[in-house]
């Protein structure tokens, strides 16, 4: 069995500046109550799968391939600092994002959705709400003040693939590995 999850990688740039939040807010006071994500293990979800048998990515990259066909490549923008479930008790730390043009991140989302949904995958229970994760909370006993609607600077991406990614933990944390790249578009992938 994999541990999966389908997601958009972000460009050197997006990730330059969400290090430089990550490193920032590292220094808060509370910073040391977050686990933060390192620069290189950023990215952005649309569909966590779990455990995945192996043969199930098959079906899964042929449904994805046929739900992303008509989604063009687009641009995301990376947005402002907030928390999941609330900014002011945050359980993660995250920055928005913006797509041009608007709503086709969520339609991509939904794409995933029916391509996991057609592979066998439960329904996803939660709304997509496209995010780069930041970091995660390690312990609640300390308050978490984020800067209030503060934005990040300029970093546009292109959005031009989906990728499969295997997660495989370790104590050192999380390592993610492409399995495969579904361009968007039914572009063929590089």
Do not use: K
Request: charged share 25%.
């Amino acid at each position: 069995m994999l541990r999966t999850f389908l997601a958009l990688e972000i460009g050197d740039e997006a990730r330059r500046v969400a290090a430089g939040w990550v490193e920032r807010l590292r220094r808060e006071p509370w910073g040391d109550a977050v686990r933060w994500a390192p620069a290189e293990a950023l990215h952005v979800t649309l569909r966590f799968l779990g455990a995945t048998a192996e043969d199930r990515v098959a079906s899964l990259v042929t449904t994805l391939r046929r739900e992303t066909a008509a989604i063009a490549p687009f641009t995301v923008q990376l947005g402002a600092v907030s928390g999941f479930p609330h900014p002011h008790r945050p359980r993660v730390v995250f920055l928005g994002l913006d797509d041009e043009p608007a709503g086709v991140l969520v339609e991509l989302a939904a794409a995933t959705e029916r391509a996991a949904r057609a592979a066998g995958f439960a329904p996803e229970t939660r709304p997509f709400h496209g995010h780069l994760t930041l970091g995660r909370r390690r312990s609640s006993r300390r308050p978490l003040r984020l800067p209030d609607g503060e934005c990040a600077e300029p970093a546009p991406f292109s959005a031009d693939a989906v990728v499969l990614f295997r997660s495989q933990r370790s104590a050192a944390g999380a390592t993610y590995t492409p399995l495969e790249r579904i361009a968007l578009g039914g572009v063929a992938s590089p």
